[in-house]
Nanobody
Framework: VQLQASGGGLVQAGGSLRLSCAAS????????MGWFRQSPGKEREFVAAISWNGRSASYVDSLKGRFTISRDNAKNTVYLQMNSLKPEDTAVYYC?????????????????????WGQGTLVTVSS
């Protein structure tokens, strides 16, 4: 599985961005996809995850209501819509694939459970 993240950039506080992650290789529509982020000097943290069919999703509590994860299995792509961005959202955002699960689990927020990672896309939010 290869993952290619895109859509990052520089945005002013209060703005929006949509990240995309295109997958190739093993059948995309069979596994959980997740987004994580890492800010300078901090550990990688969970952002959101989505089930194989897009019908269920999980978010870190602090981002609920501002970020939305979705997927288009016909396009082998997962998205992260980010609204009302804040300077503290500045980070490198990574998409990841958990090939062992098709449904969200309690471990979907654990980076160790993901098998493949994209290269990351930088989001910078200016104040």
């Amino acid at each position: 599985v290869q993952l290619q993240a895109s859509g990052g950039g520089l945005v002013q506080a209060g703005g929006s961005l949509r990240l995309s992650c295109a997958a190739s290789g093993r059948s995309f529509s069979t596994y959980v996809m997740g987004w994580f982020r890492q800010s300078p000097g901090k550990e990688r943290e969970f952002v959101a995850a989505i089930s194989w069919n897009g019908r269920s999703a999980s978010y870190v509590d602090s981002l609920k209501g501002r970020f939305t994860i979705s997927r288009d299995n016909a396009k082998n792509t997962v998205y992260l819509q980010m609204n009302s961005l804040k300077p503290e959202d500045t980070a490198v955002y990574y998409c990841a694939a958990d090939l062992s699960r098709s449904l969200i689990s309690l471990n979907s927020n654990n980076s160790n459970d993901y098998d493949y990672w994209g290269q990351g896309t930088l989001v910078t939010v200016s104040s």
